[in-house]
């Protein structure tokens, strides 16, 4: 009985380091998937650090991911703004330009 306890105790102490490595890796790239601009894989990105926060957030290294987190995600929402905000100003335009054309070609 001892010794499955001891067992499952060093499982779990090892799925939470491999929790706190990709957690790690997660917070190292996220400057570079923001730059690269995809907003799918920086929604997955930052739902990993979510589920990674639930579940070594309190250990010391990461103390701070919360924050960051956060800061993180006011960042993707500017990001998604913006860019909707730009695809619908090319969409009036377009509208406009269609609109423009068709009066001067039926009158």
Do not use: Y
């Not at 499952?8 to 917070?27: D, G, I, K, P």
């Not at 701070?64 to 993180?72: D, I, P, S, T, Y």
């Not at 006011?74 to 009036?92: E, V």
């Amino acid at each position: 009985m001892h010794n499955i306890g001891a067992e499952l105790l060093n499982r779990l102490v090892w799925c939470m380091q491999q929790e706190a490595t990709e957690l790690s890796a997660h917070f190292a790239q996220v400057e570079a998937v923001f730059a690269e601009g995809d907003l799918q894989r920086i929604a997955a990105t930052l739902a990993s650090i979510r589920q990674g926060l639930a579940l070594v957030g309190d250990v010391p290294e990461f103390k701070g991911g919360a924050a960051r987190l956060q800061v993180c995600a006011a960042l993707i929402f500017t990001h998604s703004t913006d860019h909707m905000s730009g695809l619908l100003s090319s969409q009036i335009l377009h509208l406009c330009a269609s609109a423009s054309w068709e009066k001067q070609h039926w009158m």
